[in-house]
């Protein structure tokens, strides 16, 4: 999703972390970690543009996920998935190999009906299913093919007290 949202015209977000030039400079940079440096650069980018969309405060999205979840992610080691980063790396420079990537992902919902936009597709919940995972890729696989930014998000429960 990084990838692809730097890449089409217009670009979702304004970053070129996750291309081969920005791999390349990041490596320089960052020897062992320059995936990881990009990952985190653009999707800081890619954050902002959804918390844009969607707001900060009871939602969640991929780019703004529960404290605890963060952590975990965060906790992995760098090198963790090399064939992924080996794979990811080849579909750099195209985004019909890129969104075929996403398109794996998004297992049997190919195509959702979802338009552009903001869009909830789920609770706080839920996001730990598979069910969520193919929602989440279906949804942006949708808005990239169509050419719209979409941004769909989890709503987080609400505590009572606000009426």
């Known amino acids: 999703v990084l990838a692809i949202g730097e890449s089409v015209t217009p670009a979702w977000w304004k970053t ?37 969309a969607v707001g900060r405060i009871g939602v969640y999205h991929l780019f703004r996920l529960p404290e605890s979840l963060e952590v975990e992610i965060n906790r992995l080691p760098p090198g963790a998935d090399a064939s992924f ?18 398109a794996s992902l998004s297992g049997r919902l190919k195509e959702t009906g979802e338009s552009a936009g903001a869009k909830r597709i789920g609770n706080a919940e839920d996001l730990m299913t598979p069910d969520a995972f193919e929602r989440t890729a279906a949804f942006y696989l ?5 050419g ?16």
Do not use: I
Request: glycine share 10%; net charge positive; proline share 4%.
């Open 16 to 52: 070129e972390f996750m291309s081969e030039t920005g791999l390349r400079f990041l490596e320089r940079l960052y020897p062992r970690t320059a995936f990881r440096a990009a990952v985190h650069a653009a999707g800081a980018a890619a954050c902002d543009a959804h918390d844009h």
């Open 85 to 102: 980063v080996s794979a990811f790396r080849a579909s750099l420079g195209s985004t019909e190999k890129l969104m075929e990537m996403l």
């Open 142 to 146: 949708h808005a990239f093919g169509r």
């Open 148 to 163: 719209k930014p979409g941004f769909p998000y989890f709503a987080a429960e609400q505590s009572g007290g606000r009426g």
